[in-house]
C-alpha cells in the first residue's frame, strides 16, 4: 500500500470545504442530467447514473434535486443540453493538466480555460496533446473513520475483488480499479459492509514531475484552483508532486 500523493491530500480537504459551501451540487447535478440523458433514467440500467446518484447523496444534495436533475436528463428539458469536453495543455514547469468539461457554450467555456493557463504560466494544447501520458481508473475513496475493520482485511478484500491498488490519506483509503472493474468491486466492497464515500473515473498519471520550487507550486496550485472551481468543471488532472520540502502552508 502506498500513500497518497500531498496534492490529492489537499484537493480532498479542498472538495470537503468546496462540499459545505454547496458548489458540488452543480457539478453533480450536471452529472446526473447528463447520465440520464445518455443512458436513461433507471440507474439499475444506467451504472453511470447509478454512481452519480450515490455520489450525490453522500454529498447531502437534497432528493428533490436529484430527482429533478435525472428528469431533466431522462426527459430531455429544454435548456438543458449539456456537451461533455476535455481540454488539455501545459502548466508551470511543464505539467500536464487535464480538464473535463460540462458546458453548454462550449466557446464561452474554451475562452475561459483558455485565460486561465495563459494567465498562470501555462498554455492549453491540442486535444490528445498529454492524454497519452495518463491512464484511466476506477478509483473508490472509503473514510478510515467508516472502515469496519482493519487495513489488510480491506487490502485483501479489495484484490480479491478485483481492485489494483490501494492507496491512502490522512482521512481516506483509495481503491483503484481497472475502468471495467469499478461496478464490480464497489458492489463487493459494499457487499462486506463497507462504506464509499466516492466513485469515480479518474485519470492517473504515468509519471510525476516534481515540483520544487515555492513560486513555481504557488502558480500551479492557483491554476489548478481555479480550473477546479471553474462552473463548468468536472475534473481537473495533472502529473506532479509537491516536494516535501513544499508545505501546504507555503502555497497560500
Not at 79 to 104: K, N, Q
Not at 127 to 149: A, H, R, Y
Amino acid at each position: 500500500m502506498s500513500g497518497h500523493s500531498k496534492w490529492a491530500n489537499i484537493k480532498h480537504k479542498k472538495a470537503k470545504a468546496d462540499a459545505q459551501k454547496g458548489k458540488v451540487f452543480t457539478k453533480l447535478g450536471r452529472e446526473l442530467i447528463v447520465a440520464a440523458r445518455s443512458g436513461g433514467g433507471d440507474p439499475n440500467n444506467n451504472f453511470r447514473l447509478k454512481i452519480a446518484i450515490d455520489n450525490a447523496k453522500v454529498a447531502n444534495m437534497p432528493n428533490d434535486n436529484i430527482q429533478r436533475a435525472i428528469q431533466k436528463g431522462a426527459g430531455g428539458a429544454e435548456g438543458e443540453s449539456y456537451e461533455e469536453l476535455r481540454y488539455e495543455g501545459y502548466g508551470p514547469g511543464g505539467v500536464a493538466i487535464m480538464v473535463d468539461i460540462m458546458t453548454d457554450n462550449r466557446n464561452r467555456t474554451a475562452g475561459e480555460v483558455r485565460h486561465i493557463f495563459s494567465k498562470h504560466g501555462g498554455n492549453l494544447g491540442e486535444t490528445g496533446s498529454v492524454n497519452w501520458m495518463f491512464d484511466e481508473k476506477g478509483q473508490l475513496t472509503i473514510l478510515k473513520e467508516d472502515l469496519p475493520f482493519d487495513e489488510d482485511e480491506l487490502m485483501l478484500i479489495a484484490l480479491e475483488a478485483g481492485a489494483e491498488d490501494l492507496q491512502q490519506d490522512e482521512e481516506s483509503f483509495i481503491v483503484y480499479t481497472a475502468p471495467g472493474d469499478i461496478e464490480a468491486v464497489r458492489q463487493a466492497l459494499i457487499d462486506q459492509g463497507i462504506a464509499i464515500e466516492e466513485a469515480i473515473k479518474n485519470q492517473v498519471p504515468q509519471n510525476s514531475i516534481e515540483i520544487t520550487d515555492v513560486d513555481q507550486a504557488k502558480k500551479l496550485f492557483r491554476m489548478m484552483e481555479l480550473l477546479e472551481d471553474h462552473d463548468d468543471s468536472q475534473g481537473v488532472y495533472a502529473n506532479f508532486e509537491l516536494a516535501d520540502s513544499i508545505n501546504e502552508e507555503d502555497l497560500d
